[in-house]
């Protein structure tokens, strides 16, 4: 069963509006985290914001927000006023124990924004 | 700044080699991981490693070998390359806080022909 479900393969935002990048999770664990990445086209993979379960409150990180929604299980990102450079594919993931101190990160299978002039 | 490098960000081989995918950081992290990156399955990981000459298998092992001598350097081991092992190839390291943001390399895309 899949752990993490992004269904936006594509999303498309005008530059300087807001958009929201749809993010739904699986576990039984009380203890997880929640983590976006952003990927431009150059391929490395850029963090961007992490929510813990037991965090009270929605994480934000300059324009970028974590609508966090526990009870139904989403993590949604929202970008405010989109720019250029916010062009790039998302990943939402989850952090799971693993072994020793390592902890697995789940991931969907990505959000590809484009940015319009 | 932190740092997670790639020996290579192509790489171009022939069915049956021994490929060598090597990765180092400088953050002086306990875990490190191996992942491959194929258009709409996300990332998956492949091994990783929570302290050296410790490694676990991932969600798709079949095919891989891994090697952590150092602490810094953890290397992916293709014992003979097949065509669907054609793939984005992401290595990321994370210290042992309850945090663990995973930094992660600039990838190499593998294409075996």
């Known amino acids: 069963a899949q752990k993490i479900t992004q269904t936006q393969p594509g999303m498309f935002v005008q530059e300087k509006e807001a958009v929201t990048l749809d993010c739904t999770y699986d576990?039984?664990?009380?203890?997880?985290?929640l983590f976006w990445y952003k990927q431009p086209s150059s391929g490395e993979m850029i963090f961007l914001i992490y929510?813990?379960?037991?965090?009270?409150q929605n994480a934000t990180e300059g324009r970028y927000s974590l609508n966090f929604q526990k009870a139904r299980k989403s993590a949604n990102l929202v970008i405010s006023a989109s720019q250029l450079g916010d062009s790039a594919m998302y990943f939402c993931?989850?952090?799971?124990?693993?072994?020793?101190?390592?902890?697995?990160?789940?991931f969907g299978s990505g959000t590809q924004l484009t940015v319009l002039p | 700044d932190v740092k997670v490098t790639q020996s290579s960000r192509y790489l171009v081989k022939r069915t049956g080699e021994k490929v060598f995918l090597e990765c180092v950081q400088d953050?002086?992290?306990?875990?490190m991981f191996w992942y491959r990156q194929d258009p709409g399955l996300g990332l998956r990981l492949i091994y990783f490693?929570?302290?050296?000459?410790?490694?676990e298998k991932g969600d798709i092992p079949e095919g891989y070998s891994v090697s952590r001598e150092k602490k810094e350097r953890f290397s992916l081991i293709l014992e003979s390359a097949s065509t669907n092992q054609t793939s984005m190839y992401l290595c990321?390291?994370?210290?042992?806080?309850?945090?663990?943001?995973?930094?992660f390399g600039p990838g190499t895309r593998l294409t075996v022909l």
């Open positions: 990321a390291s994370a210290s042992g806080s309850s945090y663990n943001e995973q930094f």
């Open positions: 993931a989850m952090r799971e124990p693993l072994r020793g101190s390592a902890r697995q990160l789940t």
């Open positions: 490693s929570y302290d050296v000459k410790m490694k």
């Open positions: 953050m002086d992290h306990e875990n």
């Open positions: 929510q813990g379960s037991y965090d009270q």
């Open positions: 576990t039984s664990d009380p203890s997880y985290g």
